[in-house]
């Protein structure tokens, strides 16, 4: 039972795991077996992640791409496949969000999100697909989110991006499903990263941020997630034990989307 979750002999690459979510994944497959390949816009992140993967044993390769810049991402793809091998696995992890009410975000900040968490997911899918295609099998898996399904104040262009992702991840799935390409998305709930510090913050007089005491009373597990609680559910996604699972989403929300919350 427990080899149809191992990912022995395969090369993952995770985008923009230099700590985060991201590394997170690359931990988790690496326990399963695979090859660890990650991306980050710099040198110094490249090197931080490098070190931190080394503090956990974890010999990965990094390499600089942004992942927005089509011809960085179609050379970083060919040089994976030279040095490492074909990418078995792609993670579309890197991603941005800007909390700014709608009439007070500039359409170039909509553009940015939406280049990060939509627009970079479409390049580095369709530089991989095609040796997925010759190989005769691949795993793509798009890191959605909550808002995904939800809107929210202040955040329409992550979650106008990453409605977008959704779809895209179905159109993967439907498009190349007969080349044995599974692409599922997994969609985190709110969880303990950079990302979020800035809705943990406690509150000068020491309480909860109002936000942080919100999420607590929206998820039943009345708790953030950590990146932790998403490397199961990776390894799932990107081994044999999802073969025939393909345009899924799979929330990792400790239950918010299914809850009306808690009666204040
Ligand atoms: P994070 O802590 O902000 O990390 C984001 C990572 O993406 C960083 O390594 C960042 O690198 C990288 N990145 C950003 N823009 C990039 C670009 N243009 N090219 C290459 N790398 C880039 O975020 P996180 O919380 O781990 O989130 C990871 C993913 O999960 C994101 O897609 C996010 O939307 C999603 N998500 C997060 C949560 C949550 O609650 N945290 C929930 C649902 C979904 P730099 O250091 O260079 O910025
Ligand atoms: C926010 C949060 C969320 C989380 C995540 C939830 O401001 O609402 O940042 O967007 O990051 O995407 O799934």
Not at 156 to 161: E, G, I, K, R
Not at 176 to 182: H, V
Request: charged letters at 20%; proline letters at 5%; aromatic letters at 8%.
């Amino acid at each position: 039972m427990t080899d149809m979750f191992s990912l022995k002999g395969k090369v993952a690459w995770v985008t923009g795991a230099s700590y985060g979510i991201g590394f997170s994944f690359a931990k988790a497959f690496h326990k399963a077996g695979a090859v660890i390949v990650f991306n980050d816009r710099g040198q110094e992140q490249v090197d931080k992640g490098l070190a931190a993967y080394k503090a956990e044993g974890i010999p990965a390769r990094g390499y600089v791409c942004d992942v927005t810049d089509e011809a960085a991402v179609n050379a970083t793809a060919a040089l994976i496949e030279k040095e490492v091998g074909v990418v078995d696995i792609l993670v579309n992890n890197a991603g941005i969000i800007k909390r700014v009410p709608m009439t007070e975000m500039s359409a170039a900040e909509f553009r940015q999100v939406v280049d990060v968490d939509l627009n970079a997911p479409f390049i580095v899918a369709k530089a991989v697909i095609p040796s997925m295609i010759k190989k005769g099998a691949g795993k793509i898996i798009n890191v959605c989110s909550m808002m995904s399904e939800l809107g929210r104040e202040t955040v329409s262009a992550y979650a106008a991006a990453k409605g977008g992702l959704k779809m895209l991840t179905k159109n993967i799935a439907s498009e190349y499903g007969e080349y044995n390409i599974q692409c599922n998305g997994i969609g985190p709930g709110y969880i303990e990263t950079p990302q979020t510090a800035p809705l943990r913050e406690k509150q000068a007089d020491g309480s909860r941020h109002p936000f942080d005491q919100f999420i607590i009373a929206k998820t039943p597990a009345a708790r953030w997630g950590k990146p932790e609680d998403l490397e199961g559910p990776a390894v799932f996604l990107a081994s044999a034990a999802s073969d025939f699972v393909n345009g899924h989403i799979l929330y990792v929300d400790g239950g918010i989307l299914a809850y009306i919350g808690k009666q204040p």
